[in-house]
């Protein structure tokens, strides 16, 4: 199973930024699909933004302050984060979809905390 190793969350003021960092660890042939997804306290996670077949896709809430990248060469993705609220406090998680040794996996990171409060 792949590892996601995520970092880049913090405590962050409105209005600030933060920018989230999703690197891989372990073995995969080809990676179909990445993303970045979070959960708010309460409330079930849900997705952010992603990037599949070089088509990158935002959720309304993030649209226009988010930008997800990947480094085709480290195979890394990222998610800046813009012009942050405080509905945009939760866990963030990273996800790669990717296959294996012929099958299809889905992996997710361990999660990174992103408060934004005054």
């Known amino acids: 199973q792949l590892q996601l190793v995520e970092s880049g969350g913090g405590l962050v003021h409105p209005g600030g930024s933060l920018r989230l960092a999703c690197a891989p660890n372990?073995?995969?042939?080809?990676?179909?699909?990445v993303g970045w997804y979070r959960q708010a306290p309460g409330k079930q996670r849900e997705s952010v933004a992603g990037?599949?077949?070089?088509?990158?896709d935002y959720s309304n809430s993030v649209k226009g302050r988010f930008t997800i990248s990947r480094d085709n060469a480290k195979n890394t993705v990222s998610l800046q984060m813009n012009s942050l609220k405080p509905d945009d406090t939760g866990v963030y998680y990273c996800?790669?979809?990717?296959?294996?040794?012929?099958?299809?996996?889905?992996?997710w990171g361990q999660g990174t905390q992103v408060t934004v409060s005054a």
């Open positions: 996800n790669f979809q990717y296959i294996m040794g012929g099958r299809a996996y889905d992996s």
């Open positions: 372990g073995r995969f042939s080809i990676i179909n699909a």
């Open positions: 990037i599949t077949d070089g088509r990158t």
